[in-house]
């Protein structure tokens, strides 16, 4: 036998330069239809989206469009509209996430809320979101827009799925699935599976790349999680413990408060609904979190995870693409060590 | 000479009735479309949704689709579908608007922020957004998509230059007319427009009935203006004095602080910033805007826009549906009598 398995190897050091120089090219031409079509006659607009598009994200949903572009080998320039329009929802979605968590800190800068007011970021969002849609229409496929304004709305719901979990210790691992499968997946599922569209490809090959960008996408959200109980949360450009202050029932704390004898249930239980948010409970937390090996084993499930992305672009012929998008799904789940 | 010619009669007593007769099965039709499609397995949304879309409010925007389809000929039924999505635009503006706001009557309800809160409210909203779109997805026309993608665009945009016209005096009433244009009219004329999309009808009758509900919304949004500078708002079933209290820059105050005299215009420079905003300031307010007929000339302007509305649709055959959308203007531009 000659096949060629690729097994999810986190011990590694993985990066995100493979897929970055894949990419570059074609990057740089989707940050020219972002920086153009974010514009406005209102200067607040221009002003407040900058701030979030040009400091310092990944762009990690628009390189996965144009890498799965480049891995069924499309030679046209449809994807860069489409990249820019994924990233505009994307960016709508965090400014209406700052003002839904109040964060104040967001990849290592003051959030836009914190600056501007809430209500310019609520407004400011929608405008992206509808600029996003003005972007797919000009496109012109319904094909893309059906995936894309489908995605969308899924946020939505998780988003408020997540809303209405908070504060709850009740909520258990599949609630959980549900919500980061909806927030987040979701999004890299559809940036992954345009592509397919747009290069004219077969159903097959429109599954197997969201199923690409599903698992990576729940993988993803995992070590995000798993890394808010660690105690360098500093790398993450957000202040650690957020998701403890918060109140919000992710993995980790799901896991501890399973695995928890009754003293730990105790604590966690007024920890989740906000009678424990000093910096020695998050101490504490992170105590019982490594006691019950609950972030280990949320890195674990990232795993399960990273290995069916892989796994579903095994089809695809080997190359350049496919080996960099192998390691951006490495990247991701080894992010926490 | 035997041409029929409608001249605004703001003396009679018009109604909404025979729009509302008019389009009475289509509207049903159109309400069983948005109970279908706001529903969600989140609780929470249909139920946030619901009390703002069950509660009270007229369908006018989506009445004008129907209308506008009548007044066509139209035989089909891809209007109720396309009219329930422009509610949804409608109801997703409204909960961020009050979010926005800090409003906390609307309808004369407690507004869904003030319940629910404004998380749950910014992202109830982002749904019915997505959900929209959906619909129009579902349809397939982009024609009506570009025209809605759009309208949506200039909506955020329109909101986002009212917050940063807020609490100032230079405000003339130039930058006002381009506010409310994009924030009310914008989404008027599309609700309108995309029925001469769906009827196949010429560029031109697009244009008409754009033409239609654009001055109708401006209109419109000129006596909701006025309204809140008489003193019985109350009928409004929002706050009387709300706009004067959050500084908002509407005409009858632009008119009454260019036309005041130096005491006058002290006292809007205070109220505008917020170091007036008590009962007996509001009385002032109003007794200034009387005095300098301020809010008898912003009528005046709603009823050249009325007229202009009227006119627009004077090309199309007289009959039932014509005579209805002339009776709405007149009902829009008589409702502050």
Chains 1, 2 share one sequence.
């Not at 799965?68 to 449809?78: D, E, K, M, W």
């Not at 839904?100 to 990849?107: E, F, I, K, Q």
């Not at 939505?156 to 980061?180: C, F, K, P, S």
Request: glycine share 8%; with cysteine; net charge negative.
């Amino acid at each position: 036998m000659n096949a060629t398995v690729h097994r999810l190897d986190p011990r590694g050091k993985p990066s995100l330069e493979p897929m970055m120089s894949l990419v570059a090219h074609d990057l740089n031409l989707v940050n020219s239809v972002i920086l153009d079509r974010m514009q406005s006659d209102i200067p607040l607009i221009p002003e407040l989206a900058g701030h979030l598009i040009a400091g310092g994200g990944k762009r990690l949903r628009p390189m996965l469009t144009l890498a799965s572009a480049q891995l069924l080998g499309y030679a046209g320039t449809r994807h860069h509209r489409l990249a820019a329009a994924v990233e505009f929802i994307h960016t709508a979605t965090l400014l209406h996430d700052d003002v839904v968590d109040g964060s104040d800190l967001r990849r290592g800068k003051r959030t836009a809320n914190l600056i501007w007011g809430n209500p310019a970021s609520v407004l400011v969002g929608d405008f992206l979101f509808s600029r996003s849609f003005e972007l797919m229409v000009e496109d012109g496929s319904l094909k893309v827009l059906k995936i894309l304004s489908n995605a969308s709305a899924v946020i939505a719901e998780g988003e408020v799925n997540q809303l209405t979990a908070v504060r709850r210790i009740d909520i258990g691992e599949e609630r959980y699935l549900e919500i980061i499968l909806a927030k987040t997946a979701a999004l890299f599922a559809a940036a992954c599976r345009i592509a397919a569209v747009v290069a004219e490809r077969s159903e097959a090959d429109e599954v197997a790349l969201d199923a690409y960008g599903r698992n990576l996408g729940i993988a993803f959200q995992l070590v995000d999680d798993a890394i808010d109980y660690t105690s360098d949360s500093g790398t993450m450009g957000k202040d650690a413990g957020d998701d403890f202050r918060e109140g919000k029932m992710t993995l980790p704390v799901i896991l501890a408060y399973a695995r928890g004898d009754e003293k730990a249930r105790a604590f966690w239980k007024d920890a989740v609904t906000g009678k424990r948010s000093s910096d020695e409970d998050f101490a504490e937390a992170i105590r019982l979190v490594r006691e019950t090996r609950s972030v280990d084993d949320t890195l674990a499930r990232a795993r399960h995870y990273g290995q069916r992305a892989i796994d579903a672009i095994g089809g695809f012929p080997a190359g350049a693409a496919k080996s960099a998008m192998i390691e951006a799904v490495e990247f991701a789940v080894a992010r926490a060590y």
